[in-house]
């Protein structure tokens, strides 16, 4: 087991049960992020290890998505040195993240994005999007948890996660938890 495992377990972060997702896709482990997020000790520990991967590329600012890319982002850009800032990026009502209250970026800035737990992708490609639509220059992703196993990629981007694991999940239609009658939680 990793070390990034045993700390996200030790948190409490990782659920076992049926569960639905945002994508709305259903699955039998569920990581909450909330549960590293609330101990400092083990954000930083996990954050530590994004920034030294990172740390050769020396980015100009760290991004991340709200809600919980937020305090990853502080804590990154915290690690990788004092003059790293750190954004977020919010939703959009009609879709998608943008740069808001006051985050600039200059031309041609190096953006690091981080965010909690890869499902999809859509919150961290939407991050990306976000960041060059701000003028940024977006040169890697930086994950806690990838759920899919290292299977989602971001162009030429550099991806590195503290944790790889494959989760399988299902549509609702389809879901093997449901036709066994398993209670379901949503998330």
């Not at 690690?79 to 600039?104: H, M």
């Not at 550099?158 to 399988?168: G, Y």
Request: a negative charge; glycine letters at 12%; charged letters at 20%.
């Amino acid at each position: 087991m990793t070390e990034a495992m045993t700390l996200l377990e030790e948190a409490g972060a990782v659920l076992k049960g049926h569960f639905q997702y945002a994508s709305g896709r259903h699955g039998d482990t569920y990581i909450e992020k909330f549960r590293l997020l609330e101990k400092p000790h083990v954000t930083a520990k996990l954050c530590g290890e994004i920034a030294n991967h990172f740390r050769k590329l020396q980015p100009d600012l760290v991004v991340g998505p709200t809600t919980g890319g937020i305090l990853l982002a502080h804590e990154t850009a915290r690690q990788l040195n004092d003059s790293t800032n750190a954004y977020f990026a919010e939703r959009r009502e009609d879709g998608g993240r943008y740069l808001g209250r006051g985050f600039n970026i200059m031309p041609g800035q190096t953006v690091l994005v981080v965010d909690d737990v890869l499902t999809t992708g859509g919150s961290v490609r939407d991050t990306l999007d976000a960041v060059v639509d701000a003028g940024g220059t977006p040169i890697g992703v930086g994950l806690v948890v990838d759920r899919t196993n290292g299977s989602t990629s971001f162009g030429e981007l550099e991806v590195f996660s503290c944790l790889e694991i494959n989760v399988a999940s299902y549509p609702a239609d389809r879901c093997p938890l449901c036709a066994a009658g398993i209670a379901l939680t949503l998330t």
